[in-house]
């Protein structure tokens, strides 16, 4: 199992400029989750997902948009970047029935907008 | 809203010596307290959790203490290693959700 995937490693935005970051699990898992981690900080919810079709907003969803067509994919998509959005995003999964479960993580893609 | 308050930010030990980081949490229905280390440009990888059914969680050198009523949960690592040395994350959940809330991490040092 490849495990949880993250493409572009790295990134650099303009202000303005649009992306979308990828995540894919092969692990079968029903939840997955997007973090921003700033430096020195701990990681951030900014979105999740508890199965295909179904999202919701975590502690700091401003300037983003998720969406869960597979249960497979959960790409995070940043509209109009922003320097505050200067971060490593880090895309995890877990298999879940609401009480607490491993989070297994991507390896994280490094974005900088200028 | 709910946070987690992490302590050390920093903290040097020397190889064989012992190491505690407390976190605070103020969610009283969280059930759920997970450890992440992680080390330099790398993913955070989970080292050991606990339930709140449990006082007390061991892994060989790593330990797990969990206070409920005080709402605080410490991570013990005994006979510390130079491989040791990262950046440690709590975190709590949300409620009885999936949903965590980290700390903000504390780096350790084991010096040789």
Known sequence: ?????????????????????????DMNHNYMYWYRQDPGMGLKLIYYSVGAGITDKGEVPNGYNVSR??????????????????????????????QGYEQYFGPGTRLTVT | ??????????????EGDSAVIKCTYSDSASNYFPWYKQELGKRPQLIIDIRSNVGEKKDQRIAVT??????????????????????YFCAASMGVTDKLIFGTGTRLQVFP
């Not at chain 1, 199992?1 to 699990?25: D, E, H, W």
């Not at chain 2, 969990?66 to 013990?76: C, D, I, Q, V, W």
Request: proline residues 5%; contains cysteine.
């Open chain 1, 1 to 25: 199992n490849a495990g949880v995937t993250q493409t572009p490693k790295f990134r650099i935005l303009k202000i303005g400029q649009s992306m979308t970051l990828q995540c894919a699990q």
């Open chain 1, 69 to 98: 067509s597979t249960t497979e994919d959960f790409p995070l998509r940043l509209e109009l970047a922003a320097p505050s959005q200067t971060s490593v995003y880090f895309c995890a999964s877990s298999y879940s029935r609401g």
């Open chain 2, 1 to 14: 809203g709910e946070n987690v308050e992490q302590h050390p930010s920093t903290l040097s030990v020397q």
């Open chain 2, 66 to 87: 969990l206070n409920k009523t005080a709402k605080h949960f410490s991570l013990h690592i005994t006979e510390t290693q130079p491989e040791d040395s990262a950046v």
